[in-house]
């Protein structure tokens, strides 16, 4: 698959996801009647839905990461190279916020709104860094043990995250940099980015370190002869 198409996959994937957390954000406002969990209930269940459909789609072509701590992961584990990461995660970035300014454009807001939702301290902290740390363990294992059903693995493990966590679960650092350009029920504040970015990247990093652990070296060399070995000439 060539990196363009992989690309182009990553943009409209990730746009999509933030469309729906933000719009879903909305709606849920608006018709909730001020009840704030009603409209997380309907933000969570709307997000897990739509992360099932895009990882079932996108999957294939570009292995459906939507966030650059996953992509980071991958670069990690050798799945990916220097060139590809960059250009991954950026496309992830720029895609995020279209994904808001278009939540924004179905909803007749203004495009672009600095977010004023105050996410900061250290329970906050602590919860991006269990939400990214479980999200990348669901995948990393997921992968491993269940591939086919990483798409709903990984739904549900956000669907529950958004309800377990304090910060309800951005762990995603393209999501909480777009998320800071609104100021719906899904916007966080833009000085608030940097500490939630920051404790993704380490639940990310653990995560890594414990599916080594949990998955023996000699497990995954095998993996990768096996891989190399269906992609020898029959």
Request: glycine share 8%; proline share 5%; aromatic share 6%.
């Amino acid at each position: 698959m060539s990196l363009s198409r992989k690309l182009l996959a990553e943009f409209l994937g990730t746009m999509l996801l933030l469309a729906t957390v933000v719009g879903s954000g909305i709606m849920g406002v608006a018709l909730s009647r001020g009840n704030d969990g009603i409209a997380l209930l309907a933000n969570a269940g709307a997000t897990a839905g739509a992360l099932y459909v895009l990882i079932v789609l996108f999957g294939p072509i570009s292995g459906a990461h939507f966030n650059p701590a996953v992509t980071l992961a991958m670069r990690l584990r050798g799945e990916l190279g220097n060139r590809e990461t960059v250009a991954y995660i950026a496309v992830q970035v720029v895609a995020a916020v279209a994904g808001v300014l278009l939540a924004h454009a179905m909803f007749d807001l203004p495009l672009l709104q600095p977010g004023t939702h105050a996410r900061t301290g250290p329970s906050q902290w602590l919860s991006e860094a269990v939400a990214t740390f479980g999200l990348l363990l669901t995948i990393l294992l997921g992968a491993r043990h269940r591939p086919a059903a990483i798409p709903v693995l990984v739904a549900s493990y956000i669907f529950a995250a958004y309800w377990f966590t304090a910060s309800t679960s951005f762990a995603n650092p393209a999501v909480t940099i777009a998320r800071s350009l609104t100021q719906t029920f899904a916007g966080i504040r833009p000085m608030d980015v940097a500490g939630f970015v920051a404790a993704q990247l380490l639940g990310a990093l653990v995560a890594c370190t414990v599916a080594n652990v949990l998955i023996p070296t000699e497990r995954r060399a095998e993996d990768v002869a096996i891989e190399a070995g269906r992609a020898l000439p029959k």
